[in-house]
């Protein structure tokens, strides 16, 4: 009964290093997203993943790839970190074009990124 | 595009006073309205959700929230909160049938005792 489980939960990183965020979830959901969340800013979408073997920018996709690289994993990828990207990352999954009652996102626990 | 506006940033609260939690949002067409809660160090967990047929909807925890169509207004209440309520809220909305959600900026609610 997981959920959605991302990893790592904490990380700092200097400024230029790269690292991967992980997400998986055993749902069987067919799209997963990833959202940075900053202090009065509310969650944004980075990119998501309508389904597998898809993924689409979103609000804010500059600096970060992803890979859906199967239905349960959605990573992040961070090329070449930077300051402006402190902040704490959210994967979440819901099911796809759904439209009923069942809809809703599942978020993981989140990560919490410094860069310095 | 859609969008979600929530104008009270941050609101403080004593023990068994009402909340209600304005949330507005911008879409022409057919939407899909929700509210999240964020305890202190957790992730967003559902509060209710609207998707259809009666307006006023009730969620967990005695949480509930009414969709005014007319106002594009889906504002969150409860009549009486506790100190446990003190959380972060989100509102959110799924338009025209998409798979993603856009969501507000917080309302950080500060219960005292």
């Known amino acids: 009964n997981a959920g959605v489980t991302q990893t790592p939960k904490f990380q700092v990183l200097k400024t230029g290093q790269s690292m991967t965020l992980q997400c998986a979830q055993d749902m069987n959901h067919n799209s997963m997203y990833w959202y940075r969340q900053d202090p009065g800013m509310g969650l944004r979408l980075i990119y998501y993943?309508?389904?597998?073997?898809?993924?689409d920018k979103g609000e804010v996709p500059n600096g970060y790839n992803v890979s859906r690289l199967n239905k349960r994993e959605f990573s992040l990828r961070l090329e070449s970190a930077a300051p402006s990207q402190t902040s704490v990352y959210f994967c979440?999954?819901?099911?796809?074009?759904?439209?009923?009652?069942?809809?809703?996102?599942?978020f993981g626990s989140g990560t919490r990124l410094t860069v310095v | 595009a859609q969008s979600v506006s929530q104008h009270n940033h941050h609101v403080i609260l004593s023990e068994a006073a009402s909340l209600e939690l304005g949330c507005n949002y911008s879409y022409g067409g057919t939407v899909n309205l929700f509210w999240y809660v964020q305890y202190p160090g957790q992730h967003l967990q559902l509060l209710l959700k609207y998707f259809s047929g009666d307006p006023l909807v009730k969620g967990i925890k005695g949480f509930e929230a009414e969709f005014i169509k007319s106002k594009f207004s889906f504002n969150l209440r409860k009549p009486s909160v506790q100190w446990s309520d003190t959380a972060e809220y989100f509102c959110a909305v799924r338009g025209g049938g998409g798979n993603k959600l856009t969501f507000g900026t917080g309302t950080q609610l500060k219960v005292e005792l």
């Open positions: 993943s309508a389904s597998e073997g898809t993924t």
């Open positions: 979440a999954s819901s099911e796809y074009f759904s439209t009923g009652a069942n809809y809703g996102y599942t």
